[in-house]
Structure formats: structure tokens, C-alpha cells
């Protein structure tokens, strides 16, 4: 187990628990749910359970309030046993940020503590099928009338959109204006005009679904704004730069498991007389994917305890734990895939899962390339 002395006892403590969840409740299920789709729910309960739902929640809202590297050791444990559970527990986090940063008082009371407690699950919808990196560019519009919003158009990309029970959508109130006309709703199932669509037919995480969003003269109450109206931007962007380094974390968690696989195959599988571990070539491999993880880990941690400074302006830091860690998993699960030669590209071992999971790291909650314009816009300023 690595010595992460800056860790508290707090910290370790999570961290172990999530293990031991992790490991005995969701890593044998995972192979299952990668096969068939199925939704994680009992893995979510056994997770809710030790009350691993609330961490980045405050103890008036039901939380825990134990903090964005809390949160982040746990989501690498649970991404190490099964990606597709950790997708819909790393989305708890991303769809509960809107209303801790945004909500009124009676929103934060009717909606928090049911998430931190898993009654509900929570969903954050930004994409659409012609805005996903240009996130300005929303067109799924609400247009007010006394005290509603007539909602039209449609959301896509949205995780856990099919089983939750609060979905953060932004929408456009004047589309004209960009950023500054983007305002984001809470939106229950069973709302009229609102419906579902069928899920994702996806490369991996196969498990946790992903939906388009359709709304035909929905009304939503005012009520459930959150913020003003074209307040919505900043809302988005904001939890996309505290949510950044969980999606680091997963992608550690899926790094780590990876080369846990390549180094138990590498001491087990013999050739030319001797375990291919004792061959240089390999060696040099599993040291590359060691340092990866690695390096990815301390970058994701760096990101997290800046917020838990309380530190306001995270963005390059969290992009740099969710762009190295996402390309160093993808990496490390390519090269496990290699290490296990002919088996590792059978479903008879893990590794293939971990490559097609390491995948969406790359791509969700901002792709790398966005990540590097966030990144050179800190470096260069607007030029
Ligand atoms: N926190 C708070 N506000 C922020 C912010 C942050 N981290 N980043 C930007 N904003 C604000 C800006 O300050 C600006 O407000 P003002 O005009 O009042 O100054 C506003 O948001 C617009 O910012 P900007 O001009 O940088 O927006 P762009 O349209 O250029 O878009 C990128 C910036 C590309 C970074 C943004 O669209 C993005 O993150 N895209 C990827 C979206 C994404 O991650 N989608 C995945 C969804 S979840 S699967």
C-alpha cells in the first residue's frame, strides 16, 4: 500500500473503507455488469450504506463534509473494482455541486440530504448533440412565462439521466447572448413534457447508462432555478473544475488496476523457461506504468487539497489531474493489454475492460483537448 504520509487519519480511514466496499461488494459484480449493462444499484446501496454518498456534502446538509481528497481516494477505489459503478458514484459529486454552489436555502434542504444519504442519485446535463466542448452554444431553451419555464429541445450525454432523482439542466434563455444567457433548472422525472431516451450503446462502461434528454413544452416551475436567470455559466463551470479531479481519480483507479493485473501476469506467465516479468522488455514496461500512476495520483491529490484549502481558482490544476491521469490510464491499460499478449485481449481478464473504460476519461466532463485550452488560457492570458 502506498505511503501517502500526507494523508490524516480521517483521510486513510475513508480510503480503506472504500477499499474494503469496493473489494468485496462491487469488484466481483463488475465483469457482470460490463457484460450485461445492468445498473449497479446494489453496489450503490452497499456504497450509501457506509456513507460514502455524502463526502463532498456539509454536515448541515446530511454530509460528511469530508473533502475533495477524501472524495477522490475514495472514487479511485471504487474505480479500481468497477468504472461503470464509479461513473454513477462520481456523478452524485458532479450533480450535487449545482445546488450546494447555487442553491437557495429551501433547495439545498430538499435535495442534499437525500443525495448524501444515495435515497436519490443526481445527474448534471450540459452536452447537446451540437454543444459539447462549446458548452456556450446550448439551444434546448426555456422560455418564461409567470411562474414556469416552457422548456423545448433536448439534452444528450447525460449519465444516470435514466435513474435520477434531480438532473441539473442548462438551458438557454436567450440564446443570443452566449454564456451569459445559460440558466440551470432542477428537473424531476415525471415532469410532463419530459421524457428519456434509450440508452447509449456504448465502447465502455457499460454499466452506468447514458441518455439523451427531451423536453416538448415541459413546464418547470421557477422555483426551481438555480441562481438567476443567465447565471447558469459560471454555475457549470465551476463544478466541472471542482468535479475535473475525480474523473482524475477514477482514471487513477483504473490505471492502478491495470497494472495490479499486468504485475500478477507478469510473475505467473512463463516463457522461454522464466516468468516474463524477469524479461527486461517487460520490466521496463511495468516501471513506466508504475510512474504513471503515480504521477497521476499525486497530481489528482495536489488538485484536491487546493480545494479543500478552500483555493477558488483550481482551474489549470484541475485539469492537469484530469488530462495527465485520464492519458496515463489509457496508456497503462493499453500496455496491460499488452503485457497479457493473446489473454489480454480475451474477456477472460479484466484488461480489455480497463482499456475500453480508460477511454471516456479522455473524453467526459471536457475533453483533453479542451482541458489543454484551459490549461494555455492560464499560461498565455487572452491574447
Ligand atoms: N469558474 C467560474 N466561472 C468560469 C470558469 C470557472 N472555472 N471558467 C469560465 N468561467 C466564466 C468566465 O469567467 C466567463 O464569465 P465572464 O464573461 O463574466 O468573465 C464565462 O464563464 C465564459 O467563459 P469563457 O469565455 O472562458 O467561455 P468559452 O465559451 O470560451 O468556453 C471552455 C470555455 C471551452 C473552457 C468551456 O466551454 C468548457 O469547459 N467546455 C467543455 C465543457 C465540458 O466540460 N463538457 C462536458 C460536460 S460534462 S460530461
Known amino acids: ?11 486513510r480511514a475513508i480510503r480503506d473503507l472504500a477499499r474494503d466496499v469496493a473489494r468485496e461488494r462491487i469488484a ?37 463534509a469530508a473533502g475533495a481528497l477524501a472524495f477522490c481516494l475514495a472514487a479511485e477505489e471504487v474505480a479500481w473494482a468497477c468504472a461503470s459503478t464509479s461513473t454513477i ?67 444528450m450525454w447525460v449519465t444516470n439521466g435514466s435513474h435520477a432523482g434531480v438532473i441539473t439542466v442548462f438551458v438557454t434563455t436567450d440564446r443570443a447572448k452566449r454564456a451569459k444567457g445559460v440558466t440551470a433548472l432542477l428537473v424531476e422525472p415525471g415532469l410532463k413534457g419530459f421524457s428519456v431516451g434509450k440508452p447509449e450503446r456504448k465502447l465502455g462502461i457499460h454499466g452506468s447508462p447514458t441518455v439523451a434528454l427531451h423536453f416538448t413544452d415541459c413546464e418547470v416551475p421557477v422555483a426551481n432555478r438555480l441562481g438567476d436567470e443567465g447565471q447558469g455559466f459560471p454555475v457549470a463551470m465551476r463544478t466541472l473544475q471542482q468535479s475535473r479531479p475525480t474523473i482524475g481519480a ?8 491495470a497494472l495490479d493485473a499486468a504485475v500478477s501476469y507478469a510473475r505467473e506467465r512463463r516463457a522461454f523457461d522464466q516468468p516474463i516479468g524477469a524479461f527486461q522488455g517487460i520490466q521496463f514496461m511495468l516501471a ?5 500512476v503515480h504521477a497521476s495520483r499525486l497530481t489528482v491529490h495536489y488538485a484536491a487539497g487546493l480545494i ?19 492519458d496515463s490510464a489509457m496508456k497503462v491499460a493499453t500496455d496491460a493489454v499488452q503485457v497479457l499478449g493473446g489473454y489480454g485481449y480475451t474477456r477472460e481478464f479484466p484488461v480489455e475492460r480497463f482499456m475500453r473504460d480508460a477511454k471516456i476519461t479522455q473524453i467526459y466532463e471536457g475533453t483533453n483537448q479542451i482541458q489543454r485550452l484551459v490549461i494555455a488560457q492560464h499560461l498565455l492570458g487572452k491574447l
Open 89 to 155: 458514484f462520481l456523478v452524485q459529486n458532479l450533480g450535487g455541486y449545482p445546488i450546494l454552489f447555487a442553491g437557495t436555502e429551501e433547495q439545498k434542504r430538499h435535495y442534499l440530504p437525500r443525495i448524501a444519504a444515495g435515497e436519490i442519485t443526481a445527474a448534471f446535463s450540459l452536452s447537446e448533440s451540437g454543444s459539447g466542448s462549446d458548452a456556450a452554444a446550448v439551444s434546448c431553451t426555456a422560455v418564461r412565462k409567470g411562474d414556469r419555464y416552457i422548456v423545448n429541445g433536448s439534452k
Open 1 to 11: 500500500m502506498q505511503n501517502l504520509f500526507y494523508l490524516t487519519d480521517e483521510q
Open 250 to 257: 477514477q482514471a487513477v483507479g483504473i490505471g492502478q488496476a
Open 28 to 64: 466481483p459484480r463488475a465483469a457482470h455488469v460490463d457484460e450485461t449493462g445492468e445498473y449497479p444499484q446494489e453496489q450503490l446501496a452497499a456504497l450509501a450504506k457506509q456513507g460514502l454518498m455524502g463526502l463532498h456534502i456539509p454536515e448541515e446538509y446530511g454530509g460528511s
Open 308 to 326: 479543500d484549502r478552500g483555493e477558488t481558482q483550481t482551474a489549470m490544476e484541475s485539469s492537469f489531474a484530469k488530462c495527465l491521469a485520464s
Open 288 to 292: 513506466d506504468m508504475a510512474i504513471a
